[in-house]
């Protein structure tokens, strides 16, 4: 079960915490993020999704979310 979590997410995060929510316990593709956040086929800057996963990461410690993201190397990400 997900808790509402009492803050605001700015440029991208709630797209990625609602891939990551739907794919849990399943690691979430670094492939399946990017097409969510930029389109298929997009080019964004090698580090853009990185970025965006350590500000959630900021977010959710902060309401103490009870919840940990996970970096699977050389596959995604894994919300627990």
């Given at each position: 079960h997900?808790?509402?979590l009492p803050t605001r997410f700015?440029?991208?995060e709630l797209e990625v915490l609602d891939v990551l929510?739907?794919?849990?316990p399943r690691v979430a593709s670094r492939a399946r993020l990017?097409?969510?956040l930029y389109g298929p086929g997009a080019a964004p800057a090698s580090n853009?999704?990185?970025?965006q996963v350590s500000?959630?990461?900021?977010r959710l410690?902060?309401?103490n979310a009870g919840v940990?993201?996970?970096t699977i190397r050389g596959e995604g990400y894994q919300l627990l």
């Open positions: 997900w808790l509402l700015a440029g991208g929510m739907r794919e849990s990017l097409d969510t853009a999704l990185d970025a500000r959630l990461r900021r410690h902060a309401v940990r993201l996970l």
